[in-house]
C-alpha cells in the first residue's frame, strides 16, 4: 500500500502565506491522484476544501487554493487567518480504486 | 440539502458486533459511490473503504479486510459498515462521505472496551 506523506506540523504568522504538501511514495503526484484537501478541526468532522488538484466547494475561503508543485500536490493558504488553525489531511486515489490519506498537518497560526 | 445521517454511539464489548449505517438524503442514493473513513483518538484519518452504491461492489483498503464489510439497502437509500470481532483499537470515530461532494456524516463513536 502507498504511503503518503505530510508535514506533521507547519507554522504560519497571521496575514502570511503557508503551503502544505502532500507526497506520494509511490513517485510524483498527479492529477490522476485526484488530491483531495480536508480541514478538520478538534472534534469535529472533516470537512472538504479542495478536491481535484484544484476546484474548490462554495464554502472553501478564497485564500485557500490547490495544485501541483515539485511532484506533490500542494494546498496553499494565502493571507493566514487564526481561525485557519487546524488539522489538515490529504487525500490521494491509486488507480481510481483505492485512496490513501496523509499523515495530517496540523497548522499553527502564530 | 444534500446529508448523510449516520447511526448513534455504540459500546461494544471485545469480540462482539456493530452495524453502523448511514442513511442519504436529498438525492439519488445511486449516483455516488460512499467511502468510509476511521479516525481513531487523537490519530489521522484513515480511508478504510468504498462502496458503489449503484451496483454495491465494495472495495476495502489492505488495513481494512476481513473483519470490516461494506453494504447497501437501495429501498431505504442506506450504507452500512458491518465490524465483527471487536477489538479495543477499533474504537474510533467511522465517518461515512462523498468526499468529491462534500458531504460528510456526523460520525459514528464506538467505543470496545471490556
Known amino acids: 500500500q502507498a504511503v503518503v506523506t505530510q508535514e506533521p506540523s507547519l507554522t504560519v504568522s497571521p496575514g502570511g502565506t503557508v503551503t502544505l504538501t502532500c507526497g506520494s511514495s509511490?513517485?510524483?503526484?498527479?492529477?490522476?491522484?485526484?488530491p483531495y484537501w480536508f480541514q478538520q478541526m478538534p472534534g469535529q468532522a472533516p470537512r472538504t476544501l479542495i478536491y481535484?488538484?484544484?476546484y474548490k466547494h462554495f464554502w472553501t475561503p478564497a485564500r485557500f487554493s490547490g495544485s501541483l508543485l515539485g511532484g506533490k500536490a500542494a494546498l496553499t493558504i494565502s493571507r493566514a487567518q487564526v481561525e485557519d488553525e487546524a488539522h489538515y489531511y490529504c487525500l490521494l486515489s491509486y488507480d481510481g480504486t483505492r485512496w490513501v490519506f496523509g499523515g495530517g498537518t496540523r497548522l499553527t497560526v502564530l | 440539502q444534500e446529508q448523510l445521517v449516520q447511526s448513534g454511539s455504540e459500546l461494544k464489548r471485545p469480540g462482539a458486533s456493530v452495524k453502523i449505517s448511514c442513511k442519504a438524503s436529498g438525492y439519488t442514493f445511486t449516483k455516488y459511490t460512499i467511502h468510509w473513513v476511521r479516525q481513531a483518538p487523537g490519530q489521522r484519518l484513515e480511508w478504510m473503504g468504498k462502496?458503489?452504491?449503484?451496483?454495491?461492489?465494495?472495495t476495502s483498503a489492505q488495513d481494512f479486510t476481513g473483519r470490516f464489510v461494506f453494504s447497501l439497502d437501495t429501498s431505504v437509500a442506506t450504507t452500512y459498515l458491518h465490524i465483527s470481532d471487536l477489538k479495543p483499537d477499533d474504537t474510533a470515530i467511522y465517518y461515512c462521505?462523498?468526499?468529491?461532494?462534500?458531504?460528510w456524516g456526523q460520525g459514528t463513536m464506538v467505543s470496545v472496551s471490556s
Open positions: 509511490t513517485g510524483a503526484v498527479t492529477s490522476s491522484h485526484y
Open positions: 481535484d488538484t484544484t
Open positions: 462521505t462523498r468526499p468529491g461532494s462534500g458531504i
Open positions: 462502496i458503489k452504491t449503484n451496483t454495491g461492489d465494495p
